[in-house]
């Protein structure tokens, strides 16, 4: 097996050197043995030299590498190719992945993939294309093996051998009404096991799991993970059979939705580009909206502040416990929010869990408000009044401070794992109900506890 991981460098300055010295024999033996994205990840450093390393492999080679590559890198190939050679990548690549280079490409460069397509390629692309984004319909693949519950296992391996060069997968077949609604599915497992007159009705699975063209993308790959299936069928709403979701287009899924959620829980609006394909004028467009957002809404902060401004001139001390409280109370948040949302993209929280939830979140919140309100009043009286002989840390104003982290502990883990759950049900992404967002809500709260505690007790 071909390892490219540690010696990434060694390969580029020998395929380097292989094209300085025109050795395009050698250049082409290096990489016939290598996998097709191990050839895309070398081609990403190689530039205007893509092209020429592309030509050097076989047809069926270099399809499956130009699949692999940048939308940027397919442009720039595109560009490059003559109409025959556009022709042959084409002719080799699966309808789906022709359907995702068609959206990543601009206008012109669409007109000619579409122009250089089959008919029934380019009939099959514009009608994965009218499905919305974030559907199954809009991922799924037409290519894949149909069968009749009439036909014998002879006639079925026959039919297989005829088309299934042109399929994506092979492994499952399904089966078909005269009206092509799913019936059925097989195995090519039971297929080879089967008798030659064995009728595909007969060995047919009935129990079968099916999605529909209008669910969501993520749901379905999450299916796929769930069942450990290979492919699902998707059917319409009249449950006609009109494609299939192979597992390597759901992990591809799993990780678009993975790094959306990633941003988005970090105030960052999503972007489907690599991070050092993004231009600086780009992640300022994707940074900017959420910080404003969060700036202005921490004025409320401020505000609290202002209004209790008096009291902390009584009592200064005060003032220097904030920023604790305030870190404390957006970690304890974080870590709640994160789980849930984690929960929740895996289908084991839904909105009729939020008391279950609340009630966990509530016995933590308890265990870890009073671990930390121990350790910091400890800290506190030797720490801050013993070694560093700070008279006004008194044990009363210690108590302010760790009765303060115990609510602050308590109400950040609550509007934690629950806003999110609460934005799922009226519709929103969770995930954005995230660090920044809830940090936000969890500064304004403490300090109105805080505040609440050290008028209670200090009389402030």
Not at 173 to 192: E, Q
Not at 217 to 240: I, S, W
Not at 448 to 459: D, K, N, R, T
Request: proline share 4%; aromatic share 6%; charged share 25%.
């Amino acid at each position: 097996m071909f390892e490219l991981e540690g010696n990434q460098e060694e390969l580029l300055e020998k395929i380097e050197e292989y094209i300085a010295r025109k050795r395009y024999a050698d250049l082409r033996a290096l990489l016939l043995p290598m996998e097709a994205a191990d050839i895309a990840a070398l081609c990403g450093e190689l530039d205007e030299k893509v092209a020429l390393v592309f030509r050097l492999l076989p047809k069926e080679q270099a399809a499956e590498v130009f699949v692999e590559l940048d939308s940027d890198q397919q442009e720039l190939l595109i560009q490059s190719f003559s109409n025959t050679e556009l022709k042959e990548v084409l002719d080799e690549l699966y309808l789906d992945d022709t359907v995702d280079i068609v959206e990543e490409m601009p206008a012109n460069v669409v007109k000619r993939i579409l122009k250089h397509s089959d008919p029934e390629m380019r009939k099959s692309i514009n009608e994965i294309l009218k499905y919305p984004d974030d559907s199954t319909g809009s991922i799924m693949t037409t290519e894949f093996v149909d069968l009749r519950e009439t036909m014998t296992v002879e006639d079925a391996l026959k039919r297989i051998r005829r088309t299934g060069p042109d399929k994506e997968t092979i492994n499952v077949c399904y089966v078909i009404d005269d009206g092509r609604h799913l019936i059925g599915l097989l195995s090519i497992r039971t297929l080879l096991l089967a008798e030659d007159d064995d009728v595909i009705g007969d060995i047919m699975e009935r129990n079968f799991i099916s999605v529909q063209t209008l669910d969501d993308q993520e749901t379905t790959a999450r299916a796929l993970g769930k069942y450990d299936f290979l492919a699902l069928p998707v059917v319409d709403t009249e449950n006609r059979l009109v494609g299939i979701v192979t597992v390597d287009d759901a992990i591809d899924v799993l990780q678009e939705e993975a790094t959306e959620d990633i941003e988005k829980m970090a105030a960052i609006l999503p972007s489907d580009k690599p991070y050092l394909k993004t231009s600086p004028l780009e992640t300022w467009k994707a940074r900017t909206p959420w910080l404003l957002v969060l700036m202005l809404s921490a004025t409320f902060t401020g505000i609290i502040l202002t209004h209790f401004e008096s009291a902390l001139a009584s009592c200064a001390i005060l003032t220097s416990f904030i920023p604790m409280l305030s870190g404390t109370g957006g970690n304890s948040g974080t870590q709640a929010s994160t789980a849930v949302i984690r929960a929740l993209s895996l289908g084991e929280v839904r909105f009729s869990d939020l008391i279950r939830v609340l009630w966990k979140e509530f016995r933590v919140s308890v265990c870890c408000g009073l671990c930390l309100a121990a350790a910091n009043f400890v800290k506190m009286m030797l720490v801050d009044r013993w070694l560093l002989h700070n008279p006004t840390v008194t044990p009363t104003v210690a108590l302010v401070v760790c009765a303060t982290l115990i609510g602050t502990v308590m109400v950040a883990k609550l509007v934690g794992c629950s806003l999110p759950i609460l934005a799922e049900k009226v519709g929103f992404d969770p995930a954005v109900m995230a660090s920044p967002f809830i940090s936000t809500i969890v500064d304004s709260l403490s300090l109105l506890i805080y505040f609440q505690f050290a008028s209670m007790i200090l009389g402030v």
